[in-house]
Each structure stands twice: as structure tokens, then as C-alpha cells.
């Protein structure tokens, strides 16, 4: 599979000397699946499907999983990847920084979870570059294409494996920053 970032709009160029950025993640209009289904239709599938397999209280466990995951784990897997692979450091608390990103997955597949067998997950996003204190002034907008996350050992948790797709869009795109601003 081909990972990889592609500028819609704009370039990189008015990254070039920042030191900070801060991050701001979004949640709204992903679609889930092949079928593109809604949120709300993902939740109510994955918790039918867990509640046949298990039960009711371990489908609640993963919905409560799955609300930590997208505020928390989600998020921290994006900014850990991003500072570890460019100079611009990115956070979700900076008052002050010139340029704000945001982060959108707009389709996102669970894959299965198999061991040697598995089908990684995989995600589409939207991130968007705007001035802080003006967010209507768009500086760059880029395309994560085909992200994919998977944890082959351990804990089938299908909520990890989408947190590395996170990892690897932010790996994707700080790569790209890290280049075309040390040019």
C-alpha cells in the first residue's frame, strides 16, 4: 500500500523558521468502512458485533475505549510521530504560535485483526493549515491517503490499530515539512 500526503493547496514554504505549531483535531464527517457508513452507524455495528461475541458490558468497554481513543490516544500517537520526525514542535496546548494545523480523518477502516493474517487499518485525512489568530486564512491544505496501522501482536484492539494510522499520516506529512522547510 502507498502512503503518502499530497498538497491539495498551498505549499510549505511559510513553515520555513517556526519552532511551533499548535494541533487542533476534528472529528466531524468521517465515514467508516467500504460501505462509507456514518459514526454513528460504525459505533452501533462494532458494539452489535462485540455484544454477539461476548456481551453487552464488553461492548460498553469498547465504546468507552473507542470515545477515549478518538480525544486522547488518537491524538497523542499524532503528535508523538510528528515531533519525533521534524524540528517544529506540535501540541494541542500552544496559545500562541503563528500557524495552527487541523487534523480530520475523512474515511477510516478497522481492518481485521488476525495475527499473520491480518488486514491493516487504513485511513484518509484532511489537515489544514491556517493562521491562529485568523483560522479563515487557509495557508495549506494536504491529503493523507492511505495510512495504514496495525498491531500484529498483542491485544486485538482495532481502536490501537487506527491510532497508528494516526502515527503514520503525522510521520507522513512531518517528513514532508521537515524536507521542503530545510531546503
Request: charged share 30%; proline share 2%; hydrophobic share 35%.
Amino acid at each position: 500500500m502507498a502512503q503518502r500526503v499530497k498538497v491539495i493547496s498551498g505549499d510549505y514554504n511559510f513553515l520555513k523558521g517556526q519552532k511551533f505549531i499548535k494541533v487542533v483535531f476534528k472529528f466531524d464527517g468521517v465515514t467508516f468502512a467500504r460501505k462509507k457508513i456514518t459514526e454513528e452507524q460504525y459505533i452501533a455495528e462494532r458494539m452489535a458485533e462485540i455484544e454477539k461475541r461476548k456481551d453487552k458490558e464488553e461492548a460498553e468497554k469498547w465504546k468507552n475505549d473507542w470515545e477515549y481513543s478518538k480525544t486522547k490516544t488518537f491524538q497523542d500517537k499524532f503528535l508523538a510521530s510528528w515531533n519525533k520526525n521534524t524540528d517544529i514542535e506540535a501540541a494541542t496546548h500552544f496559545e500562541k504560535t503563528k500557524y495552527t494545523l487541523i487534523v480530520e480523518p475523512t474515511w477510516i477502516s478497522q481492518g481485521i485483526f488476525g495475527g499473520i493474517g491480518s488486514i491493516h487499518a487504513e485511513m484518509n485525512s484532511r489537515m489544514t493549515f491556517v493562521e491562529t489568530d485568523n483560522p479563515n486564512t487557509v495557508l495549506m491544505v494536504v491529503e493523507g491517503l492511505k495510512a495504514t496501522g496495525d498491531n500484529v501482536i498483542g491485544v486485538p484492539n482495532n481502536n490501537d490499530r487506527i491510532a497508528e494510522c494516526y502515527a503514520k499520516t503525522s510521520k507522513m506529512l512531518a517528513l514532508k515539512v521537515d524536507y521542503y522547510t530545510k531546503k
